[in-house]
């Protein structure tokens, strides 16, 4: 879809909010269709407050069905403090894995580990109802500190005996000090791809807030769509499928129709 319509963001002003780390993949696909990105992050990954827990997970996991994990970022903090610990990641081999979505999956593969499970939707919701076996089986699950508890419940209620480890948390970010003179100098769309982004745009105080009045909203997908409505915002593009890829689709779409009106 994306090739067909080539530029069709030419020109628009489009804020990521990502964390800086991971904000290079949307800004490129963004870019790739002509548009402007301006990076303010608004959170940044840091390791738990203590690791107490989660090494004694990473420790024993033989003992685990499915090891899942709901984002790249959990991966990714789990494959650091098992180098920290002096564990290969390769003992990861010994159960199966389960991703939220592509980009996690990529993730795990990138670190040597194969991925056994993705839902056909990728949110935690989906997952969760859609792992299999997952009866009587036990289950660990990577989450952030503020990770919603939509995939332990349903997992529960599916008959699955759940441990949560909080793999890493996540706090708001300071962003640059060109992003607000920037943001003054108007903004077409605030992308958001977590309820974490959302909420720590808003930690930032009240002339950020401003900045998103009669600014297009767009949304990764439900859960985010949930986190801005539920604080009063208007979101005008979710994207159908829960990737960056398919966040910039949705936004190409919104402005190729806008275009032919």
């Given at each position: 879809?994306?090739?067909?319509?080539?530029?069709?963001?030419?020109?628009?002003?489009?804020?990521?909010?990502?964390?800086?780390?991971?904000?290079?993949?949307?800004?490129?696909?963004?870019?790739?269709?002509?548009?402007?990105?301006?990076?303010?992050?608004?959170?940044?990954?840091?390791?738990?407050?203590?690791?107490?827990?989660?090494?004694?997970?990473?420790?024993?996991?033989?003992?685990?069905?499915?090891?899942?994990?709901?984002?790249?970022?959990?991966?990714?903090?789990?494959?650091?403090?098992?180098?920290?610990?002096?564990?290969?990641?390769?003992?990861?081999?010994?159960?199966?894995?389960?991703a939220v979505g592509p980009a996690t999956r990529q993730a795990l593969e990138a670190g040597g580990a194969t991925v056994s499970f993705v839902p056909d939707e990728y949110v935690a919701g989906r997952l969760?109802?859609?792992?299999?076996?997952?009866?009587?089986?036990?289950?660990?699950?990577?989450?952030?500190?503020?990770?919603?508890?939509?995939?332990?419940?349903?997992?529960?209620?599916?008959?699955?005996?759940?441990?949560?480890?909080?793999?890493?948390?996540?706090?708001?970010?300071?962003?640059?000090?060109?992003?607000?003179?920037?943001?003054?100098?108007?903004?077409?769309?605030?992308?958001?791809?977590?309820?974490?982004?959302?909420?720590?745009?808003?930690?930032?105080?009240?002339?950020?807030?401003?900045?998103?009045?009669?600014?297009?909203?767009?949304?990764?997908?439900?859960?985010?769509?949930?986190?801005?409505?539920?604080?009063?915002?208007?979101?005008q593009v979710e994207a159908e499928e829960h990737t960056m890829g398919g966040l910039v689709s949705a936004l190409v779409t919104e402005f190729t129709s806008k275009a032919g009106k």
């Amino acid at each position: 879809m994306l090739d067909a319509v080539q530029g069709s963001l030419m020109g628009k002003r489009i804020v990521v909010t990502r964390q800086l780390e991971r904000a290079g993949s949307l800004s490129a696909r963004l870019e790739a269709q002509g548009a402007q990105t301006i990076l303010c992050p608004t959170i940044k990954v840091i390791p738990p407050a203590s690791c107490t827990e989660l090494d004694r997970a990473i420790s024993r996991i033989k003992v685990y069905r499915w090891i899942v994990f709901p984002s790249a970022n959990s991966v990714r903090s789990v494959f650091r403090r098992m180098l920290e610990i002096g564990m290969s990641t390769d003992q990861l081999a010994e159960v199966s894995l389960a991703a939220v979505g592509p980009a996690t999956r990529q993730a795990l593969e990138a670190g040597g580990a194969t991925v056994s499970f993705v839902p056909d939707e990728y949110v935690a919701g989906r997952l969760g109802e859609t792992l299999d076996p997952v009866a009587d089986e036990r289950i660990l699950v990577m989450k952030a500190d503020i990770g919603e508890p939509t995939l332990r419940d349903v997992l529960v209620r599916r008959g699955a005996q759940v441990d949560e480890v909080v793999a890493y948390r996540t706090v708001t970010q300071p962003p640059p000090e060109n992003a607000m003179i920037e943001l003054k100098r108007g903004v077409d769309v605030l992308t958001f791809t977590s309820p974490s982004t959302f909420r720590g745009f808003l930690e930032l105080g009240p002339d950020w807030r401003d900045v998103m009045v009669g600014v297009m909203i767009a949304t990764i997908g439900p859960l985010t769509s949930s986190a801005v409505r539920e604080m009063g915002v208007e979101v005008q593009v979710e994207a159908e499928e829960h990737t960056m890829g398919g966040l910039v689709s949705a936004l190409v779409t919104e402005f190729t129709s806008k275009a032919g009106k």
